[in-house]
T-cell receptor, first 112, second 114 residues
Framework: SQQGEEDPQALSIQEGENATMNCSYKTSINNLQWYRQNSGRGLVHLILIRSNEREKHSGRLRVTLDTSKKSSSLLITASRAADTASYFCATDPQTSGSRLTFGEGTQLTVNP | NAGVTQTPKFRVLKTGQSMTLLCAQDMNHEYMYWYRQDPGMGLRLIHYSVGEGTTAKGEVPDGYNVSRLKKQNFLLGLESAAPSQTSVYFC?????????????FGDGTRLSIL
């Protein structure tokens, strides 16, 4: 079964609104990463948060990590139509070496 | 820099045929990975390599073989293609600092098995 599970599976918002996606996982991790995938393209790394960090920012992205609840959230502020994509969380379990386990993704649609 | 390049981009095979997918990276990364992506399933790891000449099984290795003869290349082979192997295949690479480096992905190979 997938280590990471995203919620919701799909999200549709208007341009300018904020988008929040959540990720839950099952085992202890070294870090959690978020990736973006545009239609027909490969995944692109957005942000990495280590297990000893609680919050991280990068431009319009804000990621939080709660290791006690085994969950993370990705917030995209002031969304743009160009943010339309699928977003995946990926966990690096402590027993996996450098392997990542990906969730099933959240499909975000930002309407102009 | 091209990053991670996958060839071919599209391919249609008949059941039982064989083929090899090629992944090349120009970032001097030690680690390379092959994933498949199916609707509703996310990415699943097929095989991976932690260095030239090494390979290891991932989550769904059956029906696939890999080779890493050169550091920059990682080949994925299907010996006898089956319809269940219809999928989009992604290659990725990363640096060998465990747990702290992102993976860099190619744009995928879309494979259909008839």
């Amino acid at each position: 079964s997938q280590q990471g599970e995203e919620d919701p599976q799909a999200l549709s918002i208007q341009e300018g609104e904020n988008a929040t996606m959540n990720c839950s996982y099952k085992t202890s991790i070294n870090n959690l990463q978020w990736y973006r995938q545009n239609s027909g393209r490969g995944l692109v790394h957005l942000i990495l948060i280590r297990s000893n960090e609680r919050e991280k920012h990068s431009g319009r992205l804000r990621v939080t990590l709660d290791t006690s609840k085994k969950s993370s959230s990705l917030l995209i502020t002031a969304s743009r139509a160009a943010d339309t994509a699928s977003y995946f969380c990926a966990t690096d379990p402590q027993t996996s070496g450098s392997r990542l386990t990906f969730g099933e993704g959240t499909q975000l649609t930002v309407n102009p | 820099n091209a990053g991670v390049t996958q060839t071919p981009k599209f391919r249609v095979l008949k059941t039982g045929q064989s083929m090899t997918l090629l992944c090349a990276q120009d970032m001097n990364h030690e680690y390379m990975y092959w994933y498949r992506q199916d609707p509703g399933m996310g990415l699943r790891l097929i095989h991976y390599s932690v260095g030239e000449g090494t390979t290891a099984k991932g989550e769904v290795p059956d029906g696939y073989n890999v080779s890493r003869l050169k550091k920059q290349n990682f080949l994925l082979g299907l010996e006898s293609a089956a319809p269940s192997q219809t999928s989009v295949y992604f290659c990725a690479s990363s640096q060998p600092v465990a747990g702290n480096q992102p993976q860099h992905f190619g744009d995928g190979t879309r494979l259909s098995i008839l």
